[in-house]
């Protein structure tokens, strides 16, 4: 029996030393509390505020009600009848309501501030005040002539909206840098909380859907490692880029929003090694695998920035059929001679490229290649595909701008901004001052009732 024992202890032993090796270089940032249990008992909450005998003369005002949008609020009250009620936000309208029993949704309340809210029916006026708190001490500027509100994604912000003259009007806390992608129902996808660090890349264990007031609509888990972007496909279908195996960044998902099941992927390891088994090895020799950070999908084609490879590829969707490569990678450029169109910039470590119509694209490139350690200066192109090359139309670049994380532009406003977050510690990073990932929402001037 005593022998048993010891084999048995050894057996214990080598398991926990294999284990701590497997681990060795990940780590699990997981939530400290549920955040899906804590919406459960306020969601309760808000149905008995909405059965209880609150008037607009003294309604129930909740600020933040989800616990993670500190520039939103509820505002709960019935009317004896059914009415149509306009509502204002700082004197702006927002919409209308015809209800008996109303639960109002706020977003868009200034950081900092003494928010003023208006609901007027007919004649009358009812006023509230709601006092917000400051949130980021980082300040925040518009450059050049902008009308619409701006999502950001930064080290410092997390995830915000500021307004055309700069304001706070809307802050996530929810630590995530996963990029949101707004959907058709004012909603929008983000990473969940919840990270997994394996090799010095970062990737998240599921995807939420919420709304502006931070509220999670569903949680979706899956094994897909999701990183970087996601993007609407269809309706309830999204593309997602993850990680498969071993390999890290290196996957395009079908994901199926509804019941969180993988519909398609493309292994892109295993599509460049199909069109060339020559390839294979070297790909496999890749420290952090392609890199592939960046996507756009348009007309039923697929382009995909692979940043540890320095390179862009084109291919048809529906057919799998690869149409064209732009990269600095000697390796591809051999191997992949016959699909190779040349530019007469040096693309290094590309990020957020996109389909701007068939036949441009633009992408920030970040002009540092993770693979030789090369770098110049980052800048924004728009490319020109025709006659087998990509000619650029438009270069935006800014010489305090470099970045050997990543960036993106915006064409229409002429912005170039780098999102220096893995990186924002290194001392040859010349910033000065933070500059983000950005989105310009053109959709969603204001929030739609």
Request: hydrophobic share 35%.
């Amino acid at each position: 029996m005593k022998k048993i024992l010891i084999v048995f202890g050894l057996i214990t032993c080598l398991f926990i030393i294999y284990t701590l090796s497997r681990l060795e270089n990940k780590t699990y940032l997981n939530i400290t509390d549920d955040l899906l249990t804590k919406q459960a008992k306020i969601s309760a909450d808000i149905k008995k505020y909405q059965q209880a005998n609150y008037t607009v003369d003294d309604p129930k005002i909740i600020l933040n009600p989800y616990l993670i949008s500190p520039l939103s609020a509820l505002i709960i009250f019935n009317t004896p009848n059914k009415t149509r009620v306009e509502v204002f936000v700082n004197d702006y309208l927002i919409g209308s309501i015809e209800d008996s029993k109303f639960t109002i949704p706020i977003i868009y309340l200034k950081e900092d501030y003494e928010n003023k809210i208006t609901i007027k029916n007919g004649t009358n006026k009812y006023n509230y005040i709601i006092k917000t708190d400051k949130i980021s001490d980082v300040a925040t500027k518009v450059k050049g002539d902008n009308t619409n509100n701006i999502l950001i994604s930064s080290p410092d912000l997390k995830h915000s909206i500021i307004d055309p003259e700069g304001a706070l009007i809307w802050y996530l806390n929810l630590d995530t840098q996963g990029f949101i992608e707004p959907t058709n129902n004012n909603t929008f996808l983000i990473g969940t909380e919840e990270h997994i660090i394996e090799n010095n890349i970062q990737t998240f264990s599921g995807i939420y859907e919420l709304d502006y007031l931070g509220r999670i609509i569903k949680r979706i888990d899956s094994k897909l490692k999701y990183h970087h972007a996601i993007s609407m496909y269809q309706d309830n279908l999204a593309f997602v880029l993850g990680s498969k195996g071993d390999v890290p960044l290196n996957v395009l998902y079908v994901l199926d929003l509804d019941t969180g099941s993988i519909l398609d992927s493309i292994d892109f390891y295993e599509y460049l090694t199909n069109y060339n088994p020559l390839i294979s090895e070297y790909l496999q020799s890749l420290p952090h695998g392609l890199g592939i950070n960046s996507f756009s999908y348009l007309n039923d084609r697929i382009i995909i920035s692979m940043r540890d490879i320095d390179t862009i590829l084109s291919l048809n969707y529906q057919t799998k059929e690869l149409e064209f490569i732009i990269s600095s990678d000697k390796k591809i450029q051999k191997n992949f001679s016959k699909y190779i169109i040349k530019t007469s910039e040096e693309i290094l470590g590309a990020h957020d490229v996109k389909f701007l119509s068939d036949t441009t694209i633009s992408l920030y490139n970040n002009a540092y290649s993770h693979n030789t350690k090369k770098h110049k200066t980052a800048s924004g192109l728009v490319l020109e595909l025709k006659d087998n090359r990509a000619k650029v139309i438009k270069k935006y670049q800014n010489a305090k701008k470099y970045s050997y994380a990543y960036g993106s532009i915006d064409e229409k406003t002429q912005t170039l901004v780098n999102y220096s977050y893995m990186y924002a510690n290194e001392s040859d990073i010349k910033n000065n001052e933070v500059y983000t990932n950005l989105i310009i929402y053109k959709n969603q001037k204001k929030w739609q009732l």
